[in-house]
């Protein structure tokens, strides 16, 4: 079976050709980080427009590489969320033209469920796992039951924990994408120096906060600023980075360690956690992961960073795993901003009401 995969549902166009036999022929992701630079976050209608702009050229460049023509695929898979609306709309509009105008089966795929499936496209982890989701735009921890069977342990109330990690590096003055900056500055730092909060450390539950830990350091650099009439020093901002990573690491390993008793209880045959999203890049945190999940008897998996990240390949292997499993969708599917992996899932206390329209993911 070979799948052609399209994710647009934030800043990244990607197009890749995966096959059943988990060879990816193909794996292409644009980011659009610099049109979106000057107005420091991402604007949707740009996002949408850059789709727009590049999207067909980059399947065409996918199909090429994979050194097919539509009409070899299985069939197409395409986000059709949770994202930004204009964006989403975009992407899953073109694999409905692709499927229609080729015949071929369709996934709406949902974007966390590209996530939650990517591992089993480079390892062999079997149902149940467990997983850490954490991205710019997610913070969960689901179990994994099986290919749309899904139960969320817990997620966050305020801020994703990229979110979080973007803020407080725009906070450092240390630029964008905040992660990666602030997991290098805090390398030559101290995390002792600074005390920051850990919110949620403690409480029963596997739900996360951030804002407020985000807000007590904008408080700390202010406070710091304003006693010496200027900016922070290089071992200042250091330390500050290294205090701030050390605060959210603690907040989800001690948010995993209770997602991990629940797991064990509900599934005691499960013995994987998965890490994934682009949070799962940062080595501090994955060092820390390893022991705990050791002493809750599972093993640690975390798939290559590429794959963490948004792209179109763990789109196009879920779609091969719902395609193998009888799972496709009409050309009537609906792009969707909002869309919970568990639908039975319930908003966690203290987020007050999702609102008209539910919660988001
Ligand atoms: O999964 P991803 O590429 O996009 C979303 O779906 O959001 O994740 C991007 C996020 C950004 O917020 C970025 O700051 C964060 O992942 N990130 C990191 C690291 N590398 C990327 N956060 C902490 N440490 C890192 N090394
Ligand atoms: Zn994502």
Not at 6 to 27: F, Q
Not at 59 to 85: K, Y
């Amino acid at each position: 079976m070979i799948v052609l995969g399209i994710e647009t549902s934030c800043d990244e166009t990607a197009a890749a050709v995966v096959t059943d036999g988990r060879e990816v022929r193909a794996d292409l992701v644009l980011s659009q980080l610099d049109e979106h630079a000057p107005y420091g976050g991402v604007v949707p209608e740009i996002a949408a427009r850059a789709h727009i702009d590049h999207l067909d050229g980059l399947i065409a460049r996918a199909m090429d590489q994979a050194g097919l023509d539509f009409a070899a695929l299985d069939g197409v898979a395409a986000t059709a969320g949770p994202g930004l609306i204009g964006a989403v709309m975009v992407g899953l509009m073109t694999g409905k033209a692709i499927a229609a105008v080729h015949s071929l089966p369709l996934v709406a795929l949902n974007h966390l469920e590209g996530h939650a499936l990517s591992v089993r496209l480079v390892e062999r982890v079997e149902f149940p796992y467990l997983l850490l989701l954490v991205s710019g735009g997610h913070c969960q921890l689901l179990i994994v039951e099986e290919v749309a069977r899904y139960r969320r342990l817990g997620t966050t109330i305020d801020d994703a924990v990229g979110e979080a990690f973007d803020k407080a590096a725009k906070v450092l003055g240390l630029g964008y994408p905040g992660g990666p900056a602030i997991e290098q500055a805090a390398r030559d730092g101290r995390a002792d120096r600074f005390q920051l909060p850990r919110p949620l450390k403690g409480r029963a539950g596997c739900d996360f906060s951030f804002s407020g830990l985000k807000t007590a350091l904008l408080h700390l650099v202010r406070a710091r600023e304003q006693a010496k009439g200027g900016v922070l020093t290089a071992g200042e901002r250091a330390d500050l980075a290294a205090a701030f990573q050390g605060a959210v690491i603690d907040v989800l390993l001690d948010r995993t360690r209770n997602a991990i008793q629940l797991f064990r209880a509900r599934q005691p045959r499960g013995d994987t956690l998965v890490v994934a999203g682009g949070v799962a890049a940062n080595a501090a945190l994955r060092a820390r992961l390893q022991p705990l999940a050791e002493a809750g008897g599972l093993r640690l998996v975390v798939p290559p960073a590429a794959l963490c990240t948004d792209n179109a390949a763990m789109i196009a292997w879920a779609g091969i795993e719902r395609l193998q499993r009888g799972l496709s969708d009409g050309l009537d599917a609906s792009p969707r901003a909002r869309w919970p992996l568990d639908p039975e899932a319930e908003a966690p206390p203290g987020m007050g009401q999702p609102g008209r329209l539910g919660p988001k993911a």
